[in-house]
C-alpha cells in the first residue's frame, strides 16, 4: 500500500474513531530510523540518488533541474 492511499481511507473514516484507530493499527506505514527509505527528495519524494550535501535533501534527477537556480554551475564546458 502506498503512502498516498493510505492517506485517503484514513481521510474517508476520519469521523469513526474505533474504524480508525484499527486501520491505524494495521496499516500505518513503518516510522523509519535508519535506511535508504529515511531519506526521501523534497521535490519529487524518490529515495534513490540522494544527494544530502550542503542540506539540499533532493535526487539527483531533481538537482539536474534545480541546480542552476540554486547557483551551482558546470565546470569543464565553455557556456
Known amino acids: ?7 485517503k481511507v484514513l481521510k474517508q473514516i476520519m469521523h ?3 474504524k480508525r484507530n484499527r ?4 496499516n500505518k506505514p513503518k ?3 535508519t ?3 529515511l531519506k526521501k527528495c523534497r521535490i519529487c519524494g524518490r529515495t534513490g540518488a540522494h544527494i544530502s550535501k ?3 535533501h533532493i535526487c539527483r534527477q531533481c538537482f539536474r533541474e534545480v541546480a542552476k537556480d540554486l ?3 558546470k565546470y ?3 557556456v
Not at 1 to 7: A, F, L, R
Open 71 to 73: 547557483g551551482f554551475k
Open 54 to 56: 550542503y542540506g539540499l
Open 16 to 18: 469513526k474513531p474505533a
Open 76 to 78: 569543464g564546458h565553455e
Open 1 to 7: 500500500m502506498t503512502t498516498k492511499s493510505y492517506e
Open 31 to 33: 516510522e523509519r530510523t
Open 35 to 37: 535506511g535508504l527509505n
Open 23 to 26: 486501520y491505524l493499527k494495521h
